[in-house]
């Protein structure tokens, strides 16, 4: 248990279709990150939010939209998705990050939500 | 952004063996961290670890700021150890930059 939960765990939808992915953080964290783990691929940070604040969105397809509405509570609206879009997502969260999304001390990851678009 | 290189791609341990990763990284780093990857996908913190060597049980780390590196020791290798080992770095020019990852398998 890291202290970061993500709901739900697992998922399947059609590309019409409009959903929600979920993390909640206990740890009283400051930044919440989201990130995109491919089949083969290195994980990709998408997006980060420091005190509600979004700090950095790195080139993500607007059919993904973070909400970030405290600090302990991040989602992501997902609509109009890609069959490429399948794959886990991962929230993280650090007490601290910079200005430009840069984590300033350790980040704790949820479990993932392993999205299968069909 | 900062090239994360890990070493080997690819482990098979008997049960018992030691072992060490690898993690090249092609700029100064503020931030280090080494995760370890279970087959349902959770990310499980190792060390946070931008210099100097820590301990963890049978697990260890070293990080040669200067000389760009860090290498991750497994002693006494156990089944459970398997999994994907990511090591992660950062600096104040960029973010958070993953490698491709060690695939470790344990063998009884």
């Known amino acids: 248990e890291t202290g970061v939960t993500q709901t739900p765990r697992h998922l399947v939808m059609g590309m019409t279709n409009k959903k929600s992915l979920k993390c909640e953080q206990h740890l009283g964290h400051n930044a919440m990150y989201w990130y995109k783990q491919s089949a083969k691929k290195p994980l990709e940070l998408m997006f980060v939010?420091?005190?509600?604040?979004?700090?950095e969105n790195n080139s993500v397809p607007s059919r993904f939209s973070p909400e970030c509405p405290n600090s302990s509570h991040l989602f992501l609206h997902l609509h109009t998705l890609q069959p490429e879009d399948s794959a886990l997502y991962l929230c993280?969260?650090?007490?601290?990050?910079?200005?430009?999304?840069?984590?300033?001390?350790?980040?704790?990851f949820g479990p993932g939500t392993r999205l299968t678009v069909l | 952004g900062i090239q994360v290189e890990q070493s080997p791609p690819d482990l098979i341990l008997q049960e018992g063996a030691n072992s060490t990763l690898r993690c090249n990284f092609s700029?100064?780093?503020?931030?280090l961290q080494w995760f370890h990857q279970n087959p349902w996908g959770q990310l499980i913190n190792l060390f946070y670890i931008p210099s100097g060597t820590k301990q963890n049980g049978r697990l260890s780390a070293t990080t040669v700021a200067t000389e760009r590196y860090s290498l991750l020791y497994i002693s006494s290798s156990q089944t459970t150890d398997s999994g994907v080992y990511f090591c992660?770095?950062?600096?104040?020019?960029?973010?958070?930059?993953f490698g491709a990852g060690t695939t470790v398998t344990v063998r009884a």
């Open positions: 992660a770095v950062s600096s104040n020019d960029y973010k958070l930059s």
């Open positions: 939010y420091s005190l509600e604040e979004r700090v």
């Open positions: 993280a969260s650090s007490q601290d990050v910079t200005l430009w999304g840069q984590p300033l001390n350790e980040q704790f």
């Open positions: 700029d100064s780093v503020n931030n």
